[in-house]
């Protein structure tokens, strides 16, 4: 499958550095080439079904109805 087109603006590209694999979903962290790691709760079925590993090219795609900021 590959994607030709997405309406998500906020993109990631990155490589996974570790999976947390439970039951029912897992923690996938990915981490770009900047150093910054994004992490994302999926089913453990997509987990499989993405045939994800560690250092496998992936695009974390960022889609939000709000961003909340905290001063410090």
């Known amino acids: 499958m590959s994607i030709t087109a997405i309406n998500v603006r ?3 590209r990155g490589k996974v550095r570790e999976i947390i694999e439970g039951p029912v979903v897992s923690e996938i962290d990915v981490e770009t ?6 992490t994302s709760v999926i089913t453990t079925r997509s987990v499989k079904e993405l045939g ?3 250092g496998k090219d992936v695009i974390a795609l ?3 109805t709000e961003v909340s900021i ?3």
Do not use: Y
Not at 33 to 38: F, I, N, Q, R
């Open 62 to 64: 960022v889609k939000s």
């Open 52 to 54: 994800l590993v560690p």
């Open 33 to 38: 080439p900047s150093g910054l790691v994004v």
């Open 70 to 72: 905290a001063a410090l």
């Open 10 to 12: 906020n993109q990631f």
